[in-house]
């Protein structure tokens, strides 16, 4: 099936996933064969939740290349940059389809991904594959995901969904998204604090579901807890998991402040083991 | 210049103002003196007058056949409450300026309709005449620009720390019959103020506003409801949600006054407002956005293109990127809209005959069609 934009052609593939509001076909552009994601409102009543997570997607994207700017000109290197827009969607075009009964429908595609469907779902990583991250691989998962909490935050945009559903993985190249902005908000001057928090402690309660914990009794896998000096790292995210922290800046800091007594900077490969 | 019915056209505009408006002073002069003098609003924009109901109703040309034909469009009712209390106590002369605007930019996102205008204002309830003034919903230059310079705003406010615009609201949840809710369409509701609101309603301030026939009325127009049981603000609103898509418009950004009118608005119907200049700029963006004919994006090129400084352009997407975007696009009925040309047999009807109705009608020589279903054709 061809699904025709003012611009372009998409060739839809398979569906990928569902919620009350849209739904998510892999599509291919035609003509340069991008592969990209094909969002489409479910009906009409989808349609403003797709046009403000097209607006606020524009907005972040904005928003990282006025850092990224302004990085560049203080560190004035040309490998080093922040990284921001890696953690969100690019959106590729967004447009009413009349053949499709005026429903809303955006184009996304993952910066430096280019088969979509190596982004993986938390949940799916939990859930279909059966799987839990050793905890160092928890650790550049948990550091991305506030590090793009603040940023979003910062922007004025409480992100409504930071759950296992809403964050995708690529495991081979260390890429976190964070993907549903369907429940987005703009806020005029900053996102309240109790919607901060709420942000930080449902991402982190993704985290501590993907290393095979359960953050409302506090448990985890024995090897986990078997180290003694892992226990501050385990402490640490149950507390981001409770709500009290309210400012993801300062959840970064601390975050790596600890993360950095613990492993060594550097690459280290996604490990995954079974639950 | 040749007059299109349906569209206020900038001629209609400037010969309406020449007609009503007074060369010198506030337009609403006329009417201050006279109500000064008399104790009483003219019945046009008295919320007494005229049966206290306010109507927004298709328009029609009267057919030889007997029908009556949809002469513009799907009428939209689109109700002001303009605070003229202390520093917007010229909000009237400013409503008066911006009309062309208001009406070409409303139209622009209303393709089809036949946008149907009140512009009402508020003061407050210990000011010495008047609580509001409810016009009539008009289409015209002539009328809307008659009606204004009939108001009669106080000025006063009182420094009281609130204003009174709950009986405008109670008037429009309670007191409006439209066309748009027959069909389970919105009208649009818009309340502009820089100052909280008071959650009540007051009996005796009722009987002051509407008058003897207030209770008989509201039953009339399908409301029991009784001054020993009145509703609070919040309550009127949640009504008022039911027929209009209804937000407040903030001027300046006190944050009580955010506080107030998001406790009854939702957060999200509170929308900045930088100036009252850019009310017809605010408006048409959230009509726009409610029906579907704007998207963020485009809204934001609307202000761009109509010259809004970027900075007041932001403040004010980032303030409506949070309504209910689509939410009239996305109601049952929205696509079987009455449009211009459209039949009907009464004016009360609710919808329009169907054109196989039409074609259906026996016509004198006309033969039936071969193989028709139904009922015998006889010739």
Not at chain 2, 327 to 337: E, G, M
């Amino acid at each position: 099936m061809t699904i025709t934009s003012p611009a372009n052609k998409y060739e839809v593939g398979k569906q990928v996933a569902a919620n009350a509001a849209s739904r998510l076909y892999l599509c291919t552009q035609e003509g340069i064969g991008r592969k990209c994601l094909l969002q489409i409102a479910s009906d009409v009543e989808g349609n403003g939740a797709l046009d403000r997570s097209a607006f606020i997607l524009g907005r972040l994207a904005s928003r990282a290349e006025e850092l990224e700017a302004e990085y560049a000109a203080h560190v004035r290197d040309p490998n080093k940059s922040l990284g921001y827009a890696y953690g969100f969607t690019q959106l590729v075009e967004s447009f009413v389809s009349e053949e499709q009964d005026g429903r809303r429908i955006n184009i996304l595609a993952f910066r430096n991904v280019d088969e979509p469907s190596k982004m993986v779902p938390i949940a799916n990583i939990i859930d279909k594959d059966g799987l839990r991250a050793d905890l160092r691989t928890s650790a550049w998962i948990m550091g991305k995901i506030l590090k793009m909490l603040a940023f979003t935050q910062s922007s004025g945009i409480a992100i409504g969904q930071a759950d296992a559903t809403s964050i995708l993985l690529e495991t081979d190249e260390h890429y976190v998204v964070l993907f549903d902005f369907s429940e987005a908000k703009i806020h005029d001057d900053t996102v309240p604090r109790e919607i901060r928090a709420k942000e930080i402690a449902q991402a982190t309660q993704a985290v501590i579901a993907l290393i095979g914990g359960d953050h409302e009794t506090g448990m985890f896998p024995d090897d986990v807890v078997a180290i003694e000096k892992f226990k501050p790292y385990v402490e640490l995210l149950l507390d981001l998991a409770s709500g009290d922290q309210g400012d993801a800046h300062n959840a970064h800091r601390e975050f790596y402040s600890l993360v950095d007594t613990l492993w060594e900077r550097g690459f280290y490969p996604a490990t995954f083991l079974k639950r | 210049m040749a007059r299109n019915k349906g569209v206020m056209s900038r001629a209609d505009y400037t010969a309406a103002t020449s007609a009503h408006v007074p060369q010198n002073g506030p337009s609403t002069a006329r009417a201050e003196k006279e109500a000064r003098r008399t104790g009483k609003l003219d019945p046009l924009v008295d919320p007494a007058g005229y049966g206290l109901i306010r109507r927004s109703l298709i328009r029609f040309n009267p057919r030889p056949d007997k029908l009556w034909e949809v002469a513009v469009g799907f009428p939209v009712p689109i109700e002001d409450h303009l605070d003229t209390t202390g520093s917007m106590g010229d909000n009237v002369d400013r409503a008066l300026k911006i009309l062309p605007d208001t009406a070409d930019m409303v139209h622009s996102v209303l393709p089809g309709c036949d946008p149907q205008h009140a512009i009402g204002i508020f003061g407050d309830t210990e000011d010495r005449f008047f609580v509001i003034c409810r016009p009539q919903f008009e289409m015209d230059a002539e009328k809307i620009v008659k009606q204004l310079t009939l108001m009669v705003p106080e000025r006063g406010g009182q420094g009281n720390g609130k204003e009174d615009p709950q009986y405008g609201l109670f008037a429009a949840a309670y007191l409006t019959a439209s066309y748009a809710n027959r069909i389970g369409l919105k009208g649009y509701d818009f309340a502009i103020s820089d100052e909280p609101v008071c959650n009540y309603v007051d009996a005796r301030q009722l009987q002051r506003v509407f008058g003897d026939e207030l209770y008989d009325k509201l039953k009339e127009n399908g409301h029991e409801i009784s001054a020993r049981k009145l509703p609070d603000t919040k309550e009127i609103v949640s009504v008022l949600l039911k027929r209009t898509h209804a937000f407040f418009l903030q001027v300046d950004d006190r944050r009580d006054t955010t506080a107030s009118w998001s406790e009854v608005y939702g957060r999200e119907r509170v929308v900045a407002l930088p100036s009252v200049e850019l009310l017809p700029h605010v408006k048409t963006v959230i009509i726009g956005l409610t029906e579907g004919t704007l998207s963020l994006t485009s809204a934001k090129k609307f202000l761009r293109d109509h010259e809004v400084g970027s900075g007041d352009a932001r403040r004010i997407i980032d303030s409506v990127a949070n309504i209910p975007i689509g939410a009239q696009a996305a109601l049952p009925n929205f696509k079987k809209r009455p449009k211009k040309g459209d039949l009907f047999k009464s004016k009360t009807d609710l919808w329009p005959i169907d054109a196989n109705e039409l074609s259906e009608e026996p016509e004198a020589g006309k033969k039936a069609k071969k193989g028709s279903r139904g009922s015998n054709n006889w010739l």
